[in-house]
Structure formats: C-alpha cells, structure tokens
C-alpha cells in the first residue's frame, strides 16, 4: 500500500521507455526503409529517364555505338553503385554496366515480364532469380516512332538502402536515450524535491492523528511544501500547546472550586455537629456566602469566555455614546466607591462620542477595569476614566493610583486565573480570569488594549475603539 502510486508511476516510466524503442525498432524502421526505397526509386526513375531520353533512343536509331553506350552506362552505374541493363521486351540483356556485352550469347531473364510492377515504379526482390539478394528495381521503357523497343532497368541492393536506414535509426535511438537519461535525472530530482518531502508530510499527518503532536516534520524548503510542512509544523505546536493550556486550565478551575468547596464543607460539617457554638455561627456562615458569591463570580466569568471560544467572539456592533456608557457603569460603583471613600473623575471628550461597538460588551470590559482599579486603589484615592479621539479611533483609559502591577508581571496578568503577589492579600474574591475578558473583548473588535503599570505607583489601562461613521447613533 505504502508506496504503490509512486511504484506505479516508475513500473509506467519504464514502460513507456521500452516501448519507445520497440516503436522506434519496429514502426519507425519499416516506416524509414519505406521511405527510403520510394526515394532512391523516385531518383532512379528521373536518372533511367535522362539516360533513355539522353542516349537509348539514339542507340536504338543507331546513332550512338554499342560501346559508347556501354560506356556512359558504365560511369552511371558506377555514380548510382547500381547495375543498369538494356533489355529487349523478351528478356534478353543488351547491354549491361557491369560488363561488356555477348551480343551473341545474351544473358536471358527467365520469365521477363514488365507489367510485373502494375502502377508502382519500382519493385523489390531477386529480380527473376538474377541475383542473390534484395534488390530494388526501377524499369523505364525505351520508345521509339511510339513503339516499346526495350527497357532500361537500374537495380540497386536494398542493403545499402537499410544500412543508411539503420545510420538514421541509430541518430533517433541516441536522441531515444538521451531523452531518457535526461527524464531519468529529472525524475530522481522530482523524487528528491517533491515525492520524499511529501511522503515525510504524510507520515506526520499520519502521527498528528494518532495523537503524536510533538512529531517534528524536518524539510527546509521555501517553496510551497516548506510553506505547507511549517504551517504543518505550526499546527502541531498550537495544538499541542493548546492540550497544555486545557489541562493547565482544567487544573486551575479544579484548584479555584476545590479551596472554597472545601472550606464550606468544613464549616458547614461543624456548624451540625456542633464544634461551632451557635452565637458563633454567624460569623461562619458569613465566610461561607463569601466564598460562594466567589464562586458563582467564577462560575459566570467562566461561561463568558466560554461563550467567547464556541460563538468565536460574535458581537452585535451598534453605534453608541461611549461617553454615556461609561457614565452608567461609573455609578454602579457608587457604593463601593463611598466606602473607600474613592471617587472616579470622567474627563471625556465632547458631549457625545459615537463609536461604533458592542454595548454591552464594552460596558463589560468598563466594569472590570473600574472594578480591578478599586479593588488596587489605596482608600481617599482618585480614579480616572478618560476619552480620546485621535486619528479615527477612540482611546478609552483607566487610571489608578493604587498598588500598581509588578514589572515582572505585566505580561502575564493577561493569562486565565493569573494574579499577582501583591493583589492576593487586597483581593480574595478575585479569579484572576477577568482581564482575559477584558482582552478577548477587545480583541473581537479588532482593537487593542495596553497597560502601563508601576509598583507602587499606579496603574494605566488603555483600549481602542472604532469612531462610528455615521453620527447618529442608536443612543
Ligand atoms: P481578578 O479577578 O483577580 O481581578 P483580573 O484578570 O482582572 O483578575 O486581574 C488579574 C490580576 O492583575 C489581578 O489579580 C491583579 O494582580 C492584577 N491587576 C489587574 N488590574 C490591576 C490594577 N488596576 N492594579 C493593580 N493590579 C491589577
């Protein structure tokens, strides 16, 4: 199964060679040899009727002596390499190049006859048993005052013929060869540069779907299958590092549910069986409604960035006053905010400021950062919510002065359930699951969120929106 195409494709490249030759041994021969005798006749013919017209008709007429004639057959014969006879209409021969003439004792072809040939001007074989060999024969009829007085034939051997037919043949299965040397090498490249690479490519697919994401597919190429083994390549590490991250992530959720689990369970066994006294039960019972408000706040900000990866980030994009947006989620904080004795200052640009985003999940990525900006504030501080617009886009930030964001962790503090060191003691209720909201979120609408942070200091987030086009909103 392995390799059968490729074996197939070298059993149809062998195929196809041989049988090149054998065509060129065999159609192209005979198609060559007849060529070539129809040729030689072709020429035999004008010559035998340049020597009838030229000199037989003057023989005949008496007019050019026997030897002269002989002669003049002589250089011919010798120029063609041909035998040319005169020969009478009953067979006997004349006057021949190759000898001098018995005219008294003439050779005679037995069962001479000139129709033999029909409408072909040349025949092949012994000739009448004359000779010993193939020979091709071309007859020109002698005439005189509109009479057959005899006939001129040139035979010439037909080995000669083939032998130049095997000089052609010869060029054509040099030219056969080369040709096949040549597809040969570009085969074995093709083998090299495209076939092994692609049995490599397969053999890794064959490992990804078994399971085998860390398989690594060596081929340094820069054409397309080195584009298609590094997308390969890049697949298998994305995959392999998302099957990291899910069981990281599974084991985190598992941690933040199993803490608070267990402290209720324990608070809850000795609330019945009594090791908590009754006036103390308040006080437990506290921590556990704590500890599930926890949990229930982990719960939805889990089925947010759940809903996030199945409906891949879908928004419903209105055109909205951001401004009155951030307003509205300003003061839901009003409570909190006077407890800390915390104020949020707004400084926003112009009365409205249409953008063009999904409501409630901008309102969303607001409340987390303003949420996050108290929780880090130190109590009797400011926070600032303030917008921008500068070249078609608005910048949304939210600045606080509070215990500010290691330098260590600044890019971390993006990750599912990350937290820092510093926060864990200011904030206990924290999942550390909603700046990764807050990111998704701006990420879906193709914008950026950044933070500029210093321990101790302070802490800056700031997000883009799109400015809507047209300025009449939906609010
Ligand atoms: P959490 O629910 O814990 O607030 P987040 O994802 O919103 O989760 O934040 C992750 C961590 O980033 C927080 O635990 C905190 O350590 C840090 N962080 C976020 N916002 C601020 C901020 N304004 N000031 C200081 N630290 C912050």
């Known amino acids: 199964m392995k390799n059968r195409i490729y074996m197939k494709f070298i059993l149809a490249y062998l195929l196809f060679g041989v049988l090149s030759f054998i065509a060129v041994a065999t159609l192209t021969s005979d198609l060559t040899l007849n060529h070539l005798k129809e040729k030689k006749a072709e ?119 083939v032998a130049s037919k095997d000089r052609i043949l010869n060029i054509t299965y040099y030219t056969l060869a080369v040709i096949f040397l040549l597809s040969t090498i570009i085969m ?27 398989y690594e597919l060596d081929i340094q190429k820069e054409d397309e299958i080195g584009y298609l083994a590094n997308t390969l390549n890049y697949m298998s590490s994305e995959l392999s590092k998302s099957e990291e991250y899910q069981k990281k992530f599974i084991a985190n959720i598992s941690h933040d549910f199993r803490s608070p689990l267990t402290s209720i369970k324990g608070y809850i066994e000795a609330i019945i069986d009594g090791t908590i006294p009754p006036e103390m039960q308040e006080k437990y019972l506290n921590i556990i409604l704590f500890e599930t408000e926890r949990l229930s706040k982990l719960t939805s900000s889990l089925l947010t960035l759940n809903d996030f990866n199945t409906k891949g980030g879908m928004l419903e994009i209105s055109n909205f006053d951001i401004n009155s947006v951030i307003k509205k989620t300003a003061s839901t904080f009003e409570g909190t905010c006077t407890s800390k004795k915390i104020s949020i200052e707004l400084i926003l640009t112009g009365h409205h400021l249409y953008v063009a985003a999904d409501m409630s999940k901008i309102q969303q990525v607001l409340y987390n950062l303003i949420d996050n900006a108290i929780k880090f504030s130190h109590n009797n501080s400011i926070i600032y919510v303030e917008t921008t617009e500068k070249n078609g886009k608005i910048f949304v930030s939210v600045k606080d002065t509070g215990i500010g964001i290691p330098k260590d962790s600044l890019k971390k503090i993006w990750d599912r359930f990350y937290k820092t060191d510093l926060s864990r003691g200011k904030d206990k209720k924290g999942t550390g699951l909603g700046l990764s909201i807050v990111r998704e979120i701006v990420q879906a609408h193709g914008e950026n969120i950044n933070v500029i942070s210093t321990e101790g200091v302070g802490s800056e987030f700031l997000f883009t929106l799109p400015l809507s086009k047209s300025l009449s909103g939906d609010i």
Not at 47 to 54: D, L, R, T
Not at 194 to 200: F, G, L, N
Request: charged letters at 15%.
């Open 188 to 214: 074995i490249a093709f083998t090299f540069m495209v076939y092994v690479p692609i049995r490599k490519i397969t053999t890794a697919a064959n490992e990804y779907a078994h399971g085998n994401l860390k």
């Open 43 to 161: 020429s035999l013919y004008k010559v035998g009727n340049i020597i009838v017209s030229k000199y037989a008709a003057g023989f005949y007429k008496g007019e050019l002596p026997t030897d002269n004639f002989h002669n003049h057959l002589e250089a011919m014969g010798a120029y063609l390499s041909s035998t040319i006879w005169i020969v009478d209409s009953e067979g006997k021969i004349i006057i021949s190049s190759e000898e001098h003439t018995d005219l008294e004792n003439p050779t005679v072809i037995h069962n001479f006859d000139p129709t033999i040939s029909g409408s072909s001007y040349y025949q092949t074989g012994n000739f009448y048993g004359m000779f010993h060999e193939n020979m091709l024969s071309v007859m020109n009829p002698i005439t005189s005052n509109y009479k057959i007085k005899g006939y001129l034939i040139i035979l010439t051997p037909v080995s000669e013929i």
